[in-house]
């Protein structure tokens, strides 16, 4: 039987990554990039940066896009809703138009947005399982979205600003069944449907 489920709020890519200082829980970085096939915004791209400490040529991070439209509904209706971004100041972050874009060959996925001051380059590897997500009524502040993503998470990730890596690592579980989870993960064929009525 066919399911069809509107609207579409966004189709496309969406890795994510969070570093951490080494061998301690400090979040030193967390970041989520937005590929966009489909929407009703358009196409384009958007990397959600937060960093611990500041840079000299960025500062603490920025929402680097070429679609800035498209960015500041993806921020609003869903990144600032995100777990990994509870205690990050979404919203003092600086929207910064950028020239984005990214490769990936099966093993390594790399996504760079050039702005004036600096080129910020993320960088997902080693992937260790495929499996896809499905999650209804994904809570999103008041509203509620329809989630289904295939996820990939990876054992390494890291994060350079004009070729400098940020000091942080990759935190990788398995559990007794032998499933990995990290806190770098590659997310493909995203769709978000909605808003939908909320689950729980």
């Avoid at 399911?3 to 301690?24: A, C, H, Q, W, Y």
């Avoid at 009524?137 to 890291?158: H, M, N, Q, W």
Wanted: proline residues 6%.
């Amino acid at each position: 039987m066919v399911d069809v489920k509107r609207p579409i709020l966004f189709s496309g890519e969406n890795p994510g990554m969070t570093l951490f200082s080494p061998d301690t829980e400090e979040t030193v970085a967390v970041a989520s990039y937005w590929h966009c096939t489909d929407s009703p915004m358009g196409v384009g791209h958007a990397l959600v940066l937060w960093l611990k400490n500041e840079n000299a040529a960025i500062g603490h991070g920025g929402i680097f896009t070429d679609s800035l439209k498209l960015a500041e509904v993806l921020i609003r209706k869903l990144t600032q809703h995100f777990p990994e971004f509870e205690n990050v100041p979404v919203q003092s972050l600086q929207y910064i138009h950028a020239h984005c874009g990214h490769t990936y060959d099966g093993t390594s996925y790399r996504a760079t947005c050039q702005i004036s001051a600096a080129q910020v380059e993320l960088e997902w590897s080693d992937p260790l399982d495929r499996k896809q997500i499905l999650w209804p009524g994904f809570p999103a502040g008041e509203e509620g979205y329809d989630l289904s993503t295939v996820i990939r998470p990876c054992k390494t990730g890291k994060v350079q600003i004009n070729g400098k890596g940020i000091d942080g690592e990759v935190k990788v579980t398995q559990n007794a069944e032998g499933i990995y989870s990290s806190s770098a993960f590659l997310a493909f064929a995203e769709t978000w449907i909605g808003p939908v009525e909320k689950q729980g």
